[in-house]
Each structure stands twice: as structure tokens, then as C-alpha cells.
């Protein structure tokens, strides 16, 4: 793996110690690095609600098999176009189970799959020691079409197969127990049918004082929402994570700080993914805070949302503060774009 992003291997995340008052906490290192200090920022927000100690995290979200397509040149329409093409296990929330499993977080996965691809599945996410619940379908699992150009840019072809038919029996209640945070991601709320099951399990979670967090998951199928449907759907919810051309969408606004400042009315954090320009932290009534990207070789930038995501929950959820959180994720995000494909390499 390209040195830049440090040295990474597979291993558990160890959490430090909690910091004694008036002391400055440490950014949680990866599996093989020694931790950091964090500096002053990382005591900003103290007053958050962040997850119980122990217990897991439930993401419930979409599955798809990825189809990786990295194109040699530009595509010449009408003709053959060389390409490396491999088949690889994704979606963005099946990728942040993956990657917080990687970090050494304790996860459980809730989806649905066709009946054919249950068992690859599941044995995909046990690599990084997820839990996965996956439903059985007749329909077959959905699949993405991901060309990927010489600059590591990537154009998605979509077809959400069996994830549009998420059903309240895949996720039952019962996977909310001990479990100190709820991850959905935005595709589960973007489609009709998913939604009542994202929707009951926010309302429970919020009955169990459990804090919700949730990545809008694409530009495109929010676009396609009643405009603040998503933002009433969601409001309230501990951390909102929107990448640039989402948080446009949501906010209505071309300003990156004045979108972050925006959504911030609606969560009590929003995280505001900038890709190579870095990213933005807002809560309510101050002024948002950017942090710089992460140093990395981009080959493919496929799943490094997911991976900030990750890195970021990873963090939070060992109490560290959030902005030493935001420092966690991007070293997870510079990790994703320097090797092809959604997921960590194990």
C-alpha cells in the first residue's frame, strides 16, 4: 500500500485510554500505528451525546456486487474500449460495516441479497468480523457498474436489485439490543420500499436513546425526493456525513461552510465530505471548522466515503471527540482511494 497514507495492516482497533480531565485526547490510531495527539480542536463539542460505551454498532443499509471496471483511456463510444474489469462484494453500507469491522469495531449488518449470494455474503463481511443478517431474496442482488478513469474518478451504474425490497422482518427490533449506535445509510430512505423499515428503526432507536447517524448516500436519488423530505426524515439524527454534491442537494446552497451551516440547523453535527479539499465540521450556532485531506495516491475513490465514515464512527464511539474523529476519517478515506475497489484490503 503506498506509503504516503502510512504503514496499514489488518488489526484491531485499539482504544485509548480516557483522557483525564483538562487533558487532550489522542487520535485513535490505525491497526499498526501509534496514536496521536489530536492538538486543541480535539476538545471542541464536549457537550455532544455520543454512543454508550461497549456494545455494537447496527448499520443497515444496502448490499450490491460491484463490477469494477478501471478504463485504460477515455471511452470511444461505439467501439472496444480496453479495460481491467474485476467483480468485487459493495455498497456503501455494506462497505462501512467492512471498514469499522477493520478498525476492530463491533458490528452487526442488517440487508437483503439474492437467495444465491446470501452465503458470499455474509463470508465477505466475516472477514472483518461483521455480524451480518442478510435476507434471502428471489430477486437478485443489486448490482453497480463502476467505470473508473486514469484519475480515480468513477461513473456508477446502478441497479439496487433485492435492496429495494427491504422488509421490517430483515431488521428486526431486536438487533437494537446493546447496541450503542444506528447507521443507515441514505439509500435505505431514498426508495419507498426500504423506508418504513429506516424510519421505525429510527424512532426506536430514539425511544432507546440510542444516537442515530446517517449518510445521505447520492446526489442523484436525493434530487429525486420532495425537496426537505430526506431533512425531515432524518432530522435530529447525532451526525449527518454528506459529500459535496449531497450536501447541494440538502442545502439548497453553493457555499460549502454556508451548507454545512445549513444542514447543521437539522443535526447536531454535520460532517461535510470535500473529497481532496478536505472536510468540513458544523454543529449549531458556530462556525464550521475545516480539516485538510488526509495525503494519498489516488488509484480508485470508490468507497472512500464509506471509509471516512467509518474512521469517523470508529472513533466517536471510543469517545474520542469529534474533531479528532473527523482526523480518524480521513486517514481512513486516504486508505480507500489507494487501492482499487469499496472495501479494505485484508
Excluded at 436489485?161 to 422482518?169: H, I, P, T
Excluded at 429510527?202 to 423530505?229: H, M, Y
Excluded at 474533531?323 to 472495501?343: D, E, F, I, K, P
Aim: net charge negative; charged share 15%.
Amino acid at each position: 500500500m503506498p506509503s504516503p497514507v502510512g504503514g496499514v495492516s489488518q488489526g484491531g482497533f485499539a482504544a485509548p485510554s480516557t483522557p483525564l480531565r483538562g487533558e487532550t485526547p489522542l487520535i485513535p490510531p490505525f491497526p499498526g500505528e501509534p496514536a496521536q495527539n489530536a492538538g486543541p480542536r480535539a476538545s471542541r463539542l464536549q457537550g455532544w451525546a455520543r454512543p454508550a460505551p461497549g456494545g455494537h454498532v447496527l448499520i443497515v443499509g444496502d448490499v450490491i456486487n460491484d463490477i469494477l471496471v478501471e478504463m485504460r483511456s477515455g471511452i470511444v463510444a461505439g467501439e472496444d474500449n480496453p479495460a481491467s474489469i474485476q467483480l468485487r462484494p459493495g455498497g456503501s453500507a455494506a462497505n462501512q460495516a467492512a471498514w469499522l469491522g477493520w478498525l476492530g469495531a463491533d458490528v452487526v449488518f442488517a440487508g437483503r441479497v439474492g437467495a444465491a449470494d446470501v452465503e458470499f455474503h455474509r463470508a465477505e463481511l466475516a472477514r472483518f468480523g461483521v455480524t451480518a443478517h442478510l435476507a434471502a431474496d428471489a430477486a437478485a442482488t443489486g448490482s453497480i457498474v463502476i467505470l473508473t478513469g486514469a484519475d480515480g474518478e468513477r461513473t456508477m451504474i446502478t441497479d439496487r436489485g433485492a435492496n429495494l425490497k427491504l422488509a421490517a422482518s430483515d431488521v428486526p427490533f431486536d438487533l437494537l439490543d446493546e447496541a450503542t449506535l444506528l447507521h443507515l445509510s441514505g439509500y435505505t430512505l431514498v426508495a419507498a420500499g426500504p423506508r418504513p423499515v429506516a424510519q421505525g428503526l429510527i424512532a426506536q432507536a430514539r425511544r432507546r436513546g440510542i444516537p442515530v447517524t446517517v449518510d445521505p448516500g447520492s446526489a442523484a436519488f436525493l434530487a429525486g425526493l420532495e425537496p426537505g423530505a430526506f431533512l425531515d426524515w432524518t432530522r435530529g439524527a447525532a451526525v449527518c456525513f454528506p459529500n459535496l454534491d449531497e450536501a447541494r442537494v440538502l442545502a439548497g446552497e453553493a457555499d460549502p461552510e454556508l451548507m454545512a451551516a445549513r444542514l447543521a440547523r437539522h443535526y447536531r453535527a454535520v460532517v461535510l465530505k470535500l473529497g481532496p479539499e478536505g472536510v468540513l465540521l458544523a454543529t449549531s450556532g458556530a462556525e464550521p471548522e475545516r480539516f485538510p485531506a488526509h495525503p494519498a495516491v489516488v488509484r480508485d475513490t470508490t468507497g472512500a466515503g464509506d471509509a471516512f465514515c467509518a474512521g469517523f464512527l470508529a472513533a466517536w464511539a471510543n469517545g474520542i471527540a469529534p474533531a479528532a474523529a473527523v482526523q480518524a476519517g480521513t486517514r481512513a478515506a486516504a486508505t480507500a482511494v489507494s487501492s482499487l475497489g469499496g472495501r479494505p484490503v485484508a
